[in-house]
């Protein structure tokens, strides 16, 4: 109970410094996006149980302050949780590619769902344009912030969901 108590003051730091300092730190029109680095570091630690929850709670809030709808960041973040830990239970045990790879493809499923529905609430996009000045700059801001965000969730899961005591 105490992991999911700790996640929304997590979060909503997490959301704060997004929107507050990450979001103006961009590359051409792209930013990174501290809450699903976070969530792909927390879905790739073996221990942490409550990884879902993590994920449904950070989607309602991100997608309370965006302007996109709300299930947008819903189903792109359980999306990245979901591939985290089929990452993490079948395929492979070196964290840090796995992390750039959950980090590769959560946020290219998060920029092109973002996409889709923009297009089909009729906001006029060109798709060349956006992958090259939005989607790409993302994925590279997001990958040189993947390893001290692993680091950093890494530390919070052992805190949160210790492991067994030996004697």
Same mark, same amino acid.
């Given at each position: *109970?105490?992991?999911?108590?700790?996640?929304?003051?997590?979060?909503?730091?997490?959301?704060?410094?997004?929107?507050?300092?990450?979001?103006?730190? *961009?590359?051409?029109?792209?930013?990174?996006?501290?809450?699903?680095?976070?969530?792909?570091?927390?879905?790739?630690?073996?221990?942490?149980?409550?990884?879902?929850?993590?994920?449904?709670?950070?989607?309602?809030?991100?997608? &309370?302050?965006?302007?996109?709808?709300?299930?947008?960041?819903?189903?792109?973040?359980?999306?990245?949780?979901?591939?985290?830990?089929?990452?993490?239970?079948?395929?492979?045990?070196?964290?840090?590619?796995? *992390?750039?790879?959950?980090?590769?493809?959560?946020?290219?499923?998060?920029? *092109?769902?973002? &996409?889709?529905?923009?297009? &089909?609430?009729?906001?006029?996009?060109?798709?060349?344009?956006? &992958?090259?000045?939005?989607?790409?700059?993302?994925? +590279?801001?997001?990958? +040189?912030?993947?390893?001290?965000?692993?680091?950093?969730?890494?530390?919070?899961?052992?805190?949160?969901?210790?492991?067994?005591?030996?004697?």
């Amino acid at each position: *109970m105490v992991p999911i108590l700790i996640s929304i003051p997590v979060l909503a730091l997490a959301l704060l410094l997004q929107t507050a300092v990450i979001s103006r730190i *961009m590359l051409i029109n792209g930013s990174a996006d501290l809450v699903l680095l976070i969530l792909a570091a927390l879905g790739l630690q073996e221990r942490v149980r409550h990884a879902w929850i993590w994920a449904v709670l950070a989607g309602l809030l991100v997608g &309370f302050v965006s302007g996109v709808p709300w299930y947008v960041y819903l189903a792109s973040y359980l999306a990245v949780v979901g591939f985290a830990r089929l990452l993490t239970r079948r395929v492979w045990q070196a964290p840090l590619l796995a *992390m750039f790879s959950v980090t590769l493809i959560g946020t290219l499923v998060l920029q *092109m769902a973002t &996409f889709i529905v923009l297009t &089909f609430l009729q906001v006029p996009l060109g798709l060349s344009d956006v &992958f090259g000045k939005i989607i790409l700059p993302s994925v +590279l801001l997001n990958l +040189l912030l993947a390893i001290p965000v692993y680091g950093l969730v890494r530390d919070l899961a052992y805190r949160l969901y210790p492991g067994e005591v030996e004697l």
